[in-house]
């Protein structure tokens, strides 16, 4: 498998623009997770989904930001319009919770590096 | 609330001594606690998962201990090598937030040749 995809990789944009993430998860697993990292604030939650649905978007910061899984392959975050707080890694992570068993080993993509001016 | 931290935030080693890592958290409700390293610029690679029910998990030359009661987990990598230098994190699964991980700031290791 080649493990949790993630584009753009990196995204400069320009403060008032829309912007569009986009995440392919691990075939097969049934959880799909948003987070972020800053240097300031570490690695955050945004939101998680469970076969498509999702479950806590506690941790989205405001409106301006929305997530989606139309499918069980696809997930996209956006946020509209950006702002220069927005400049962080993005990461998407994948994972599978067998039925018998809490075992769930979270896998990260590589991140999408955004830069807003 | 859970609260992950990892003490110290950075730490620098000669190569060849055996590195330990430390990661405590608050509420002892857990599933179980992941380690992840992450190399500059990367994503997060899973190194171990330990389980609630687990006190250690091994892998190679990493061994990751667990002790819940007292909410501690430590990372060891035996004999350091310069390609360990990267930033470990640990994250922990709470009982009632399915999926959900809290992670901590991680440590920053530096293994000099």
């Known amino acids: 498998d080649a493990g949790v995809i993630q584009s753009p990789r990196h995204e400069v944009t320009e403060m008032g623009q829309e912007v569009t993430l986009r995440c392919k998860p691990i075939s097969g697993h049934d959880y799909l997770f948003w987070y972020r990292q800053t240097m300031m604030r570490g690695l955050e939650l945004l939101i998680y989904?469970?076969?498509?649905?999702?479950?806590?978007d506690s941790g989205m910061p405001e409106d301006r930001f929305s997530a989606k899984m139309p499918n069980a392959s696809f997930s996209t975050l956006k946020i509209q319009p950006s702002e220069p707080r927005d400049s962080a890694v993005y990461f998407c992570a994948s994972s599978y919770t067998p039925a018998s068993s809490s075992y769930n080993e979270q896998f990260f993509g590589p991140g999408t590096r955004l830069t807003v001016l | 609330k859970q609260e992950v931290t990892q003490i110290p935030a950075a730490l620098s080693v000669p190569e060849g001594e055996n590195l330990v890592l430390n990661c405590s958290f608050t509420d002892s409700a857990i599933y179980n606690l992941q380690w992840f390293r992450q190399d500059p610029g990367k994503g997060l690679t899973s190194l171990l998962l330990?389980?609630?029910?687990?006190r250690e998990q091994t892998s190679g030359r990493l061994n990751a201990s667990l002790d819940k009661s007292s909410g501690r987990s430590t990372l060891y990598i035996a004999a350091s090598q310069p390609g360990d230098s990267a930033t470990y994190l640990c994250a922990v699964k709470g009982l009632g937030s399915w999926g959900k991980l809290q992670f901590g700031a991680g440590t920053q290791v530096v293994v000099t040749p």
């Open positions: 330990i389980q609630s029910s687990q």
């Open positions: 989904f469970n076969n498509n649905v999702p479950i806590d």
